[in-house]
């Protein structure tokens, strides 16, 4: 069945770097864009950062822009995450999240259970 | 940034009743604008596109409407699983940005 598995997170210390993997199954993975929303504890959804179907094209969030990654490698089924000079309010569940009709803007129709990331000293 | 605000933030109702949730946006965003909901513990879910699009798999009790600055979802009879918490987001300030409301908690009264 159509899957997305998130892993990579953990604890980690202000400043230090992570990197998140999201593995695909059951679909053409090359086919589609594909988000990482994060979410923290307690609160709301936040959108992070999105590529396209073939690497090309990528958009951030403000709040992460120059510090986070994004990245793709088709012939692996697998996304990335790379996070940078993480700061506390870093702190969420990563979620992946395939795009609705492969689009770049396109809505969330297939997600990961997520992977939690606390930054903490 | 367009910014969406959810109301109420809570919302108790008992099942089988009638829930009515609200989203609205600080500018149009024509009806680019989804549904999820998020159950304890659980990863969202896509309930409703393009504002009144169910997605696959959705029961038809799941229901969407408006169209600029001003949308509803509206869950007919509430099952046991529909209590959760329900997000709106929008995709029509693209690029830069794609951004979610606060979100509505349906909890059983």
């Known amino acids: 069945q159509v899957q997305l598995v998130e892993s990579g997170g953990g604890v980690v210390q202000p400043e230090k770097s992570l990197r998140l993997s999201c593995a695909a199954s059951?679909?053409?993975?090359?086919?589609?864009?594909v988000h990482w929303v994060r979410q923290a504890p307690g609160k709301g959804l936040e959108w992070v950062a999105v590529?396209?179907?073939?690497?090309?094209?990528?958009y951030y969030a403000d709040s992460v822009k120059g510090r986070f990654t994004i990245s793709r490698d088709n012939s692996k089924y697998t996304l990335y995450l790379e996070v940078n000079s993480l700061r506390s309010e870093d702190t969420a569940v990563y979620y992946c999240?395939?795009?609705?009709?492969?689009?770049?803007?396109?809505?969330?129709?297939?997600w990961g259970k997520g992977t939690a990331v606390s930054v903490s000293s | 940034e367009i910014v969406l605000t959810q109301s109420p933030a809570t919302l108790s109702l008992s099942p089988g009743e009638r829930a009515t949730l609200s989203c609205r946006a600080s500018?149009?965003?024509?009806?680019?604008l989804a549904w999820y909901q998020q159950s304890p513990g659980q990863a969202p879910r896509l309930l409703i596109y393009?504002?009144?699009n169910r997605a696959t798999g959705i029961p038809a009790r799941f229901s969407g409407s408006g169209s600029g600055t001003d949308f509803t979802l509206t869950i007919s009879s509430l099952e046991p699983e529909d209590f959760a918490v329900y997000y709106c987001?929008?995709?029509?300030?693209?690029?830069?940005?794609?951004?979610f409301g606060g979100g509505t908690k349906v909890e059983i009264k």
């Open positions: 999240a395939r795009a609705l009709l492969g689009e770049v803007r396109g809505y969330m129709d297939v």
């Open positions: 059951g679909f053409t993975f090359s086919s589609y864009a």
């Open positions: 590529i396209s179907y073939d690497g090309n094209d990528k």
């Open positions: 500018q149009s965003v024509s009806t680019y």
């Open positions: 393009d504002a009144s």
């Open positions: 987001h929008q995709r029509s300030n693209w690029p830069p940005s794609l951004t």
